[in-house]
């Protein structure tokens, strides 16, 4: 056996290597690959709960909310649920157990990979999953037969741009858990407000002033009302852009967020 | 670049809280060799491993690797050298392959180079046959030689080996012993810590024993050994009452003596001539032997 190797390593090193986020999103894709059918049938069986138990429920009592019917204005609210779920959760519960129970982070910082690089890596990996999670549910909501315009093809870019961001929100909040017990209070202090308060069962507007405040600050308000916009017709330009932007902020701040949380975690 | 030591640490400061874990370290690893950090749990050995890696940062003095200061420089230092854990950090989601393959991406190894790399990784772990069982199903053995063959994917100039066979079977660190001699002399520095005497006397050029985050002696073994317990060792098992009266007797000689359990271990014992309490085994002395003496403290 030889274990002398020849290859040459690369000489120049970026701040920023996208060549690495790409190899954590492939990490990811190898995993995904065998584990697809449980993300798929998770995301699929999710929303027809949802567009049972309240379009059906709260559909008969409610006919219009915001120009939509009411199972129109709750399915689009669904996706964007399903958004924060399924970008929130994995960012949250893998970043604990990658760094508390598998260390898997310590085997990858050996590599010349920086924490920039992973969180980025993991959160636009986890975007591009919960894209597939967006386009699943909306083939149910087509199935229960809601109509779509043209836009609805950007339903999959909205889904990565939020994903994204909620991702690297869960790794944030990941690098702050001592244990298991955290995650209860993430999910009734963050998640919990978050998906109720964002116009995703009923607008924001019949809310107190504050609470409606609150609301236009959740980035999923502005998914869900660019959801809406994709597929039932934008309403404005100006409107459009403002939701594009505060997304964008929300994305910057918490990849930045958690960028250095995780590295208080993981480097000593 | 040759001129340059594959580890240089000056006057290094690590603390922890209260804990100083690396207290004013100084070492320095030459090119070339196989070099141990020897020293009980505790002693500050992953402490200064993590350091090299970039892991931890120092609160104070001089970290460099390969001629890279860190923490600045980290990311060059980590590209051309390999590091294989203590604590088992393969991806357990990944097959064999899959695990070599992800690590020669992160390390940018070109495209072309991949699969050879990849497979050259399948030789060093002995898993040829196996590149398509996850990870999560391997042996202790297999999932330590995964892991180095992990480690030299890139083809690195020092490879870090934080107790290599901590925790395995005495044959299956048989078998890495082999390993690890194979890379030290395909030209790779090996910078290795252990707690394990036996496998510091018998695979390090150069030891250096840590206590309480110092190095407090350091040189080829043999060379150490002589130079702090002399030749020989004489070995008397007793009561506690006569151990007591033989520790008297050579410490009245000018020998240093190390209680371990029932026996006295008398060193320096070459320098005897018959006297008549000195009547046990005779050994050769070991880098435990150093060790003990030169921190007061057994080794585990």
């Known amino acids: 056996m030889s274990v002398a190797v020849t290859s040459t390593p690369p000489v120049t090193h970026r701040r920023f290597e996208p060549a690495i986020v790409g190899a954590i999103v492939y990490r990811e894709w190898r995993v995904f690959r065998r584990v697809w059918f449980s993300t798929a049938f998770g995301s699929i069986v999710e929303p027809i709960v949802f567009f049972i138990g309240f379009g059906f429920g709260f559909g008969a009592l409610i006919s219009e909310v915001a120009g939509l019917s009411y199972f129109e204005f709750m399915a689009t609210g669904t996706i964007a649920i399903g958004i924060l779920f399924s970008a929130l959760f994995p960012g949250l519960i893998n970043g604990y157990t990658r760094r508390a129970e598998k260390h898997l982070y310590d085997g990858q910082l050996a590599a010349p990979v920086s924490v920039a690089e992973l969180v980025a890596g993991e959160s636009l990996w986890n975007g591009l999953r919960v894209a597939v999670v967006a386009v699943v549910t909306l083939f149910v909501a087509l199935a229960f037969g809601v109509r779509m315009g043209p836009g609805v093809v950007l339903v999959p870019a909205i889904a990565v741009f939020t994903g994204f961001g909620l991702s690297a929100t869960g790794a944030a909040f990941a690098a702050k858990l001592r244990s298991w017990h955290g995650v209860d209070i993430i999910i009734g202090a963050v998640v919990a407000p978050m998906l109720v308060v964002a116009g995703t069962f009923f607008p924001l507007d019949g809310l107190p002033r504050w609470a409606e405040l609150v609301g236009r600050a959740n980035p999923l308000y502005h998914c869900v009302e660019l959801l809406r916009g994709a597929v039932f017709g934008f309403t404005g330009f100006g409107q459009t852009m403002l939701h594009v932007a505060a997304l964008s902020v929300f994305n910057l701040l918490a990849w930045l967020v958690a960028v250095r949380l995780v590295r208080r975690a993981l480097i000593d | ?300």
């Not at chain 2, 989601?93 to 050879?116: K, S, Y």
């Not at chain 2, 043999?222 to 050579?250: C, F, H, K």
């Open chain 2, 1 to 300: 670049m040759s001129s340059v030591p594959a580890v240089r640490l000056r006057d290094v400061v690590k603390r922890f809280g209260a804990l100083t874990a690396v207290d004013h370290l100084d070492l320095e690893v030459p090119r070339g060799v196989c070099f141990g950090l020897l020293g009980p749990n505790g002693a500050g050995k992953s402490t200064t491993m993590r350091l090299l890696t970039g892991q931890a940062v120092a609160d104070s003095g001089h970290v460099e690797v390969l001629g890279h200061e860190l923490p600045g420089a980290s990311r060059e230092a980590r590209s051309v050298s390999g590091v294989v854990p203590q604590v088992d950090n393969l991806d357990a989601e990944l097959t064999v392959a899959e695990n070599l393959e992800v690590f020669a991406r992160l390390q940018r190894i070109p495209r072309a180079e991949r699969d050879a790399a990849v497979r050259r990784g399948l030789e060093v772990a002995r898993l040829v046959d196996r590149a398509d069982t996850p990870a999560a199903a391997l042996s202790g053995g297999m999932r330590r030689r995964l892991l180095i063959a992990r480690g030299l994917i890139h083809g690195p100039q020092l490879v870090l080996l934080d107790e290599p066979t901590v925790g395995l079977d005495p044959q299956i660190r048989q078998q890495l012993w082999s390993t690890i001699a194979e890379i030290r002399s395909s030209g790779v520095t090996v910078l290795m810590s252990t707690h394990y005497i036996e496998e510091a006397e018998r695979l390090c050029d150069e030891v250096a024993i840590m206590h309480a985050g110092r190095v407090v002696a350091s040189g080829p073994p043999r060379d150490l050994i002589t130079r702090s317990v002399g030749r020989e060792v004489l070995e008397v098992a007793g009561t506690p009452t006569a151990l007591a009266d033989i520790e008297a007797a050579a410490n009245a000689g000018g020998l240093r003596t190390r209680r371990s359990g029932t026996t006295v271990a008398v060193l320096d014992a070459e320098r005897l001539d018959g006297q008549d309490w000195a009547q046990g085994d005779r050994r050769a002395p070991t880098l435990e032997d150093v060790f003990v003496v030169l921190t007061g403290e057994e080794m585990a």
